[in-house]
């Protein structure tokens, strides 16, 4: 066992895990934090992505021991207008991936707002890039919607990157 200190959703928390554990059953089944949900278990579908340090990642594939004294935000601590952006657009049907996709979306927008580009971007000198719904579809290209929102998640991202 190892004991891990992390900062979720702003606490921090003391954990007594084994070296194996995954963030994402670090988060829910040893702190009971479940909007983060597991999916494919494989990094496939983004149900399970969080935000460390602001930056997405599929917590399914990571070790809850390699994130120690980092900020973890789970859906649990997202207070973003985003959320309402999906709520407008209708940017969710059984709600299963919505919590990956608005935490993506959240991380999504940051790294286009430091003018990183996606296999997308027309001209990678560009003082800015657009976020045209291709953008958008090719970042968030890791979050799968079995219900197939796809169209109210691009609408609500697009509203909020205005």
């Not at 190892?2 to 670090?26: C, F, T, W, Y």
């Not at 930056?55 to 959320?83: F, H, K, N, W």
Request: charged share 20%; aromatic share 4%; with cysteine.
């Amino acid at each position: 066992m190892v004991d891990v200190r992390m900062r979720v959703n702003g606490s921090i928390e003391k954990l007594d895990l084994e070296p194996r554990v995954s963030l994402l059953d670090a988060l829910r089944e040893h702190l009971g934090l479940t909007g983060t949900k597991k999916g494919c278990d494989q990094g496939a579908c983004g149900a399970c992505t969080v935000l460390v340090d602001g930056e997405r990642i599929s917590s399914c594939l990571a070790l809850a021991v390699q994130y120690a004294d980092r900020d973890i935000t789970t859906i649990e601590g997202v207070e973003d207008p985003i959320q309402q952006s999906f709520v407008r657009h209708d940017g969710f049907q059984c709600g299963y991936c919505t919590s990956g996709q608005i935490c993506s979306a959240i991380g999504m927008l940051a790294e286009h707002a430091a003018g990183a580009p996606s296999a997308v971007t027309g001209h990678l000198a560009a003082e800015q890039i657009d976020l045209t719904p291709e953008e958008i579809r090719e970042r968030m290209s890791g979050n799968l919607c079995r219900c197939g929102a796809y169209n109210g998640i691009v609408a609500a991202i697009q509203e909020s990157s205005r």
